[in-house]
């Protein structure tokens, strides 16, 4: 199912949203976890300029692509590619995209995969070709 995922700031995990099929538009679960293939990872600029003009934040950025509910233990997923895997980070304060941690260099490749996860406080992104 092709999905939008974004960091929920009220529950501390992820949100998954349809983007197909019956639910298209609605929230679907909400996870901890959560592995995505063939990830795009988007931010809407008019809703970065609104978090920058009222220092408020909104859902204005996440991941885009397949994602595959109960399809295999996505916390252990998570863990493998946070070793092999490069860190992705976003901060509408400092950044106008998603870039990768290390390098703070835009991500123009095309990651494989993606690999969400929350720890009850903050969210990790990892991705790996």
Not at 24 to 46: C, L, M, N, Q
Request: proline share 3%.
């Amino acid at each position: 199912m092709k999905v939008f995922v974004y960091f929920n700031l009220h529950r501390k995990c992820f949100s998954v949203k349809a983007l197909e099929g019956a639910s298209k538009g609605r929230v679907v679960a909400h996870v901890s976890d959560a592995i995505v293939y063939e990830p795009t990872f988007k931010v809407s600029e008019a809703g970065r300029q609104r978090v920058l003009r009222e220092r408020s934040k909104n859902v204005h950025a996440g991941v885009v692509g397949q994602w595959y509910a109960g399809e295999f233990n996505a916390k252990r997923c998570a863990e493998l590619l946070q070793c092999t895997g490069r860190a992705v980070t976003y901060n509408p304060y400092r950044f106008t995209s998603f870039v990768y941690k290390a390098t703070e260099t835009p991500i123009d490749d095309s990651p494989r995969v993606a690999a969400l996860h929350s720890d009850g406080v903050r969210a990790s992104i990892f991705t790996t070709h």
